[in-house]
């Protein structure tokens, strides 16, 4: 018996039976106006992500000793950006109900909405189906729901006004448009007792390493680690546009219409990407036939549509595209200033000449460019001795390091290593993580300070 832990899917798996179990981590959408990145390009241009997929590569992937749970990443992954995209689209109707109900605030501020609680549900459910040995591990739990129920029936008792939808009554129809036909029959309290069915802590084995746990963050993102190693993540952005020209796949900003070669239609959006150790890393479209009765895709189905992601080719900073955290502005960095005053021409950037790639929505959207080549890097700044989870970075590891970039901290440890500890949380060192295309992560190191960057 192989003890393994999905991040945002984890399992254990017999190799003899391939029975394996999962449980799981939910994180916060942080606001469904920005849900995914409308753009993973050089501004004004095109980016070419990867091209076809060679057979190859198929081939590793249908004979990975992990094809199984990759499958069943990639169909929760889709069903979960499916009930992403439906949320948003309900958000925005006129008269919708999510306008006044869609959400509420946590004691730490932090908004938790129907998206959120739906995600956590549907993968509750569909792995509690076909994993019911193992836990969930939830972000979330279902006690604040339950509380809005009651106030909900008790304001419209009381009141002459049509009545107004609980939030678990629209989490409810949420997770029905999208479940697999495995959930049969969707209700309130089968919604709240699948939110309720993790808890909040990582459940342990009689090892440090042996532990399994679902995590969740977005854009979408689910990793498996199977005894202490990192073996497989799958990413989903339901919302980026892209179009296929030439084998190559290429991804447009949103506020520029992008149609096909025959010029007619708006360009399709939502990009799949996952990697498996030794096989690489690849992307698919988001599927379009996602639907209660619909079955599961074989996953030859899925190596038809895969194509190959990799890293830039950028070998200077000076042409290099950044990425950096949501709140922070570039000029303002110790980095951005190190860059400026470099001896080497071809690596010194200066604050006007430096190329920003703005991308909102959490570190793996930032993972997720990188490991598509519409950046050269991604630089996560933070305070000394500080921790990070491990959902919010696990997939996007192991996505970047099978396109060819690697992901340290500061001091130049691999941050796969540190994931797979059995911890929840790790602390990288030197005050951040740097994701890079590979070329550029010695040259990023050296321009912090002797003491931040020396081991």
Not at 11 to 20: A, E, G, L, R
Not at 162 to 173: K, R, Y
Not at 233 to 262: E, L
Not at 373 to 382: E, K, V
Request: with cysteine; aromatic share 6%; proline share 4%.
């Amino acid at each position: 018996m192989e003890t393994v832990s999905l991040l945002g899917y984890s399992s254990v798996v017999d190799v003899k039976t391939q029975k394996f179990t999962a449980s799981g981590k939910f994180s916060l959408l942080r606001g469904l106006s920005r849900l995914v990145p409308n753009q993973l390009h050089r501004r004004c241009s095109w980016t070419p992500l990867m091209t076809r997929c060679q057979s190859s590569i198929g081939f590793k992937v249908a004979n990975s000793k992990y094809r199984h749970e990759l499958k069943a990443a990639i169909d929760v992954v889709e069903r979960a950006c499916e009930l992403c995209r439906s949320v948003q689209t309900s958000m925005n109707e006129k008269g919708s109900s999510f306008s006044s109900g869609g959400s509420f605030e946590k004691k730490d501020a932090t908004p938790v909405t129907v998206a959120d609680f739906g995600v956590q549900a549907l993968v509750s459910l569909e792995l509690g189906l076909l994993f019911p040995s193992i836990p969930l591990v939830g972000e979330e739990d279902a006690g604040q729901l339950r509380k809005d129920l009651e106030q909900n029936k008790v304001g419209n008792d009381n009141s002459n006004l049509s009545e107004s939808p609980a939030l678990i009554e629209l989490v409810t129809q949420e997770v029905a448009k999208v479940a697999s036909n495995q959930v049969k029959c969707v209700t309130t309290e089968k919604i709240m007792d699948a939110i309720d069915r993790g808890g909040k802590r990582i459940k342990t084995g009689s090892h440090q390493r042996n532990r399994s746990y679902w995590t969740w963050r977005c854009p979408v993102g689910l990793a498996l680690v199977v005894d202490g190693e990192l073996v497989l993540g799958v990413m989903g952005c339901p919302n980026v546009s892209y179009a296929i020209n030439g084998g190559a796949v290429f991804v447009k900003p949103k506020s520029q219409k992008v149609r096909d070669a025959d010029g007619d239609e708006p360009s399709p959006t939502g990009l799949v990407m996952a990697a498996c150790t030794g096989c690489g890393c690849w992307v698919k479209p988001l599927s379009k036939r996602i639907s209660r009765c619909d079955g599961q895709q074989t996953l030859e189905d899925l190596l038809e549509e895969m194509t190959v992601s990799k890293v830039d080719e950028c070998m200077t900073l000076r042409e290099a595209k950044f990425c950096i955290s949501d709140h922070e502005v570039w000029s303002s960095l110790p980095l951005a200033g190190a860059l400026a005053s470099r001896a080497a021409v071809d690596d010194r950037v200066t604050a006007d000449k430096a190329d920003i790639l703005p991308l909102c929505c959490g570190s793996l959207c930032k993972y997720f460019a990188v490991a598509s080549g519409g950046a050269s890097l991604f630089i996560l700044h933070l305070e000394e001795g500080s921790y990070v989870k491990v959902w919010d970075h696990a997939a996007g590891v192991i996505c970047v390091t099978e396109a060819g970039g690697q992901v340290t901290d500061v001091r130049g440890k691999p941050v796969q290593e540190m994931i797979g500890d059995g911890q929840a949380l790790f602390k990288p060192e030197g005050g951040g993580i740097l994701v890079t295309n590979g070329r550029l992560g010695e040259k990023v190191r050296s321009c912090f300070t002797p003491a931040e960057s020396s081991s």
